[in-house]
């Protein structure tokens, strides 16, 4: 049992607050660019476009995350609406954010003219880091918890953050533990990236381009369908959990995009690179390849232009009909 209740708050500078939850989440875009980087590369396509788009997406992703807690928690909200544009920003739902994350994607790989599917096949894993360490951030928060259990893994929640069904007079905080729902998520999220590096390292003949994103939809789906199980005081449509019709549809989508990608015959998901032996250029390396083309083209080139001018200065056999013969001598 873990009887810790630790304080959201890493490092208070005066009236600046450096919060866990956002280390968290910076820590998983850290760790999304270095994956994403990687199966870029390993797919033969731009880095740079992660470098120029990593924050414009992180930013929808943080506007449809919070916006779907909100929605989901507004009885923390109703009394006093300005806290929802206000720090801390201490609550993200992951479908809101995936939504407007995904927008985000989409509306790039338009403006770089790359392939969508590939692309989302690249992002993939980078999500499910994100999600690996950004849950984290909720054990911080005493947040995303179930019912008590007498599990080894159970974890202590002050009387501050309990909900209503579960106070301390009734349920003490030293005999009381309760399933930590968000470290279920951040272990899928950790084993989900695995599998799609592990799947994405060499060919896969009943793989294509697309697939991987299509895994991951209903990987994230499904595994939030089973946990609403255990979430108490959700938001609710009727007597279904929203976030359970998310997860259902999300694993509909998935299959969806599984279907469409056969009957597309999309191309097989191959790496240019097997393995772990990925092509790794810096940037300096890169322009310096290009630089040696470039000079071999120019090259070929003069050698084609200079072979040109030879040949027009030797006299061809039409010219040489058309000279006088020489007169003989008298």
Not at 121 to 146: C, H, K, S, T, W
Not at 248 to 255: E, I, S
Request: charged residues 20%.
């Amino acid at each position: 049992m873990i009887n810790w209740t630790p304080d959201a708050i890493a490092l208070q500078l005066g009236p600046l607050s450096l919060y866990w939850y956002g280390i968290a989440y910076a820590v998983g875009l850290a760790g999304a660019y270095w994956i994403m980087v990687r199966q870029a590369r390993r797919f033969g396509e731009r880095t740079d476009i992660i470098a120029n788009s990593l924050i414009i997406v992180a930013l929808a992703a943080l506007v449809g995350g919070r916006l779907y807690h909100v929605i989901d928690q507004w009885q923390l909200y109703a009394s006093d609406p300005i806290r929802i544009i206000l720090p801390p920003y201490s609550g993200l739902g992951a479908f809101g954010g995936f939504l407007t994350g995904a927008i985000a994607v989409l509306v790039l790989a338009r403006r770089y003219r790359v392939s969508a599917w590939r692309w989302a096949d690249i992002v993939a894993p980078g999500i499910f880091v994100m999600q690996a360490a950004g849950r984290l951030g909720n054990f911080f928060n005493q947040e995303l918890y179930g019912p008590p259990t007498n599990l080894p893994w159970g974890i202590a929640i002050d009387c501050l953050h309990r909900v209503d069904l579960y106070p301390c007079a009734t349920f003490p905080v030293e005999t009381t533990y309760f399933h930590p729902l968000f470290l279920y998520e951040s272990l899928s999220g950790l084993i989900g990236a695995v599998a799609l590096v592990w799947l994405s390292s060499r060919p896969r003949p009943w793989l294509r381009v697309g697939d991987l994103a299509a895994i991951m939809v209903i990987w994230i789906g499904g595994v939030r369908f089973l946990v609403e199980f255990l979430r108490i005081e959700n938001w609710r449509l009727g007597d279904i959990p929203t976030a359970q019709l998310f997860g259902a549809a999300f694993v509909l989508v998935g299959l969806g995009m599984l279907w469409i990608r056969r009957r597309q015959d999309a191309p097989r998901l191959e790496p240019i690179e097997i393995g772990d032996d990925v092509k790794d250029l810096d940037e300096d390396e890169e322009w310096d390849a290009l630089a040696d083309e470039e000079a071999e083209d120019e090259a070929d080139l003069d050698a084609e232009d200079g072979a040109s001018d030879e040949v027009a200065d030797e006299p061809t056999p039409l010219t040489a009909q058309a000279q006088p013969d020489p007169q003989p001598p008298r």
